[in-house]
């Protein structure tokens, strides 16, 4: 089988290949707003460079030619200029700010819709941790970096433009002597984001491994409790935060290298201007106003620039994400829809496997030639060892795996050759670990048939032994189950997985050790449900308990990964096999059990 796995955090695509995805899958939906956003900036810009040419006129014919008249208009004018750069910027930054939104809206969204068509294999290969920052650190980076690299590229690089221009108009001699120094900053700066793509990329592969431990120790608080093993799991998250919190300092540090960078030359680029253009000033070359409009300008161009310094770094974080990001939805599903799939429609329950073998590693065969058989309504049960095959061969069915040779047939269709949807839609699963969400009861029945009425979510409860518990609890079948139904009991939760199997109704049943992990008065109920659930209905069931099966039309012993012995219950344990001897042995474990009950009964009444 093809193991796919997360790219490592390296940057491996050039910056103009990801640069170039980003626009055709995040951007270019957007263009109309981004146009509108580019007009208010180059408002913005003009705005600003017209606040600095205004100087020439208040210092030369205001203050220097001491004109009174002139006090009132200028005023005015430098009000409204700031007033049309304030409500510019405001609407340049909102419409960034909802296409940047937008932006994570949207590609979460999409990761999740990918997601949902992965094959089982890629969850059980990828922790929930790191794919959980994909939805969060990952795509808000990528915004960020959007946002910040349009507006960079938008509102500073327009008013850079329109500063400089002013600059030339002023003084042009002066303009070249400022701005001679400042190309000296590219290579430094190129190099700095280079770092911080690499930097970030570690960090975000970090995170997601914290957030994977996050998971793992609230999932299994119960044992971390009764082990003692708080102070484990604290040092465990302890050693994750602190390499965080190295890579985001060295980050922090990698980044702000630019800002002395900037500062050296920005102060150069004042001196040079000081001492050039003040002497032209004192030799009359050029008027007072007109050197502070230039100067004005200047300082005014400096913080554009700082910022159009420090954007490469910033994409370069958004980069990194944005490569993780494309990781994932590069992969593909290996198992999908062939060209040539029908819809199964609704299938009469035959079943038939035929010389299955099947690998979830190249060289360690799990199947070695399984085949077996299930006729329309037929009970089928799968017992022996654990690690035989028995759990792999109920995952086959639904093609939660492929096989690598033989053919699985429902009604004489190869699974392969019908949709997923359809095949799916004739096939409900029980399993030992019931999935519950964290949401009414009602909500997690009707996962089996979402349109379903309450008078058939009543229906299906009662018949799975579940309306009169549901109808004690506080809010009835609008009560939260918790996560994974943390307030129900075992048993309860059971019997909504199996009231949610019912109200599927499909003709094919799998029941993997559904009441393995019950105590006797739950494993008494759930029976009874599953008795229920069972009629009419081809069933193939994993039993951990042999008294479960002794009614099954057929019984297959497997172990490692073959059919060892295949009958009904009399037959095999006629024959003295494998079968025989995992009988006695629990039929000895039940007696002891038993024995030991009764004893402690005894004590009881004696005391």
């Not at 009469?348 to 058989?373: C, K, M, Q, T």
């Not at 379903?452 to 018949?463: I, K, T």
Request: with cysteine.
């Amino acid at each position: 089988m093809n193991d796919q796995t997360i790219s490592p955090p390296h940057p491996t695509k050039s910056t103009p290949d990801l640069m170039r995805r980003l626009w055709r899958d995040a951007i270019r939906g957007y263009i109309g707003w981004l146009g509108f956003a580019i007009v208010l900036m180059i408002v913005l810009a003009a705005a600003t460079a017209l606040t600095a040419y205004m100087m020439k006129p208040i210092v030369d014919d205001v203050f220097v030619a001491k004109n009174e008249a002139l006090l009132w208009p200028v005023g005015m004018l430098i009000l409204g200029t700031f007033f049309i750069k304030g409500m510019a910027n405001y609407g340049q930054a909102m419409v960034m700010n909802f296409v940047g939104l937008k932006i994570i809206a949207d590609t979460q969204n999409r990761l999740f819709v990918h997601l949902s068509t992965m094959d089982l294999a890629f969850f059980h290969r990828n922790a929930t941790g790191t794919l959980i920052t994909r939805f969060t650190n990952d795509i808000f980076q990528m915004k960020v970096a959007v946002s910040t690299g349009l507006t960079a590229c938008g509102r500073d690089f327009f008013t850079l433009i329109f500063l400089i221009a002013l600059m030339f108009h002023q003084d042009w001699q002066l303009a070249f002597a400022a701005f001679f120094i400042f190309p000296i900053a590219v290579f430094p700066i190129v190099r700095i984001g280079r770092r911080m793509r690499k930097v970030t990329a570690n960090t975000q592969h970090e995170v997601g491994v914290f957030m994977t431990a996050l998971n793992q120790t609230f999932q299994g608080i119960r044992m971390v409790k009764a082990y003692g093993l708080e102070a484990y799991e604290a040092s465990k998250i302890a050693d994750a935060v602190a390499r965080i919190l190295r890579l985001n300092m060295k980050a922090a540090r990698t980044q702000e290298m630019a800002r002395p960078i900037m500062e050296t030359l920005g102060g150069a680029a004042v001196f040079v201007v000081i001492i050039y253009g003040g002497g032209r000033v004192i030799a009359e070359e050029t008027t007072a106003g007109a050197f502070f409009s230039f100067i004005t300008a200047l300082l005014m161009a400096y913080e554009p620039l700082k910022r159009l310094a420090n954007v490469n770094s910033n994409m370069q974080q958004g980069l990194a994400s944005a490569e993780r990001l494309y990781s994932i939805l590069d992969q593909h599903a290996e198992i999908k829809d062939a060209p040539e799939a029908v819809a199964l429609g609704r299938s009469d329950g035959n079943i038939r496997l035929d010389d299955i073998h099947f690998s979830y590693v190249d060289d360690r065969p799990a199947l070695r030639g399984i085949s077996l058989e299930l006729s329309a309504g037929q009970t089928c049960a799968l017992v022996g060892p654990s690690g035989g095959g028995k759990s792999t061969i109920l995952n086959l069915i639904p093609r939660f795996y492929d096989i690598d040779k033989g053919t699985i047939s429902i009604d004489g269709h190869d699974v392969r050759h019908v949709t997923k949807q359809s095949l799916f839609a004739n096939i409900a699963l029980v399993s030992q670990e019931v999935t519950l969400f964290d949401d009414t009861v009602a909500a997690n029945i009707r996962f089996g048939r979402g349109g379903a009425s309450d008078e058939e979510l009543a229906v299906a409860a009662r018949n799975a032994a579940a309306h009169a518990f549901i109808s004690e609890l506080p809010d009835g079948y609008k009560t939260l189950v918790g996560e994974q139904g943390i307030k129900l009991s075992g048993g309860q939760r059971q019997r909504l997985a199996i009231a949610r199997a019912m109200i599927k109704d499909a003709p094919i049943l799998l029941l993997d050790e559904a009441t393995s992990a019950l105590d006797t008065e739950s494993e008494r109920h759930v029976q009874a449900a599953l008795k229920e659930l069972m009629r009419g209905r081809t069933t193939l069931v994993i039993a951990h308990r042999l008294s479960t099966v002794i009614d099954a039309d057929a019984i297959y012993v497997i172990d490692e990964g073959r059919v060892v012995e295949q009958g009904k219950h009399a037959e095999l344990l006629a024959r003295g096999g494998i079968y025989k001897r995992l009988y006695d042995l629990q039929f000895a474990d039940e007696a002891r059990n038993g024995a030991e009950a009764e004893t402690l009964q005894a004590a009881a009444e004696a005391s």
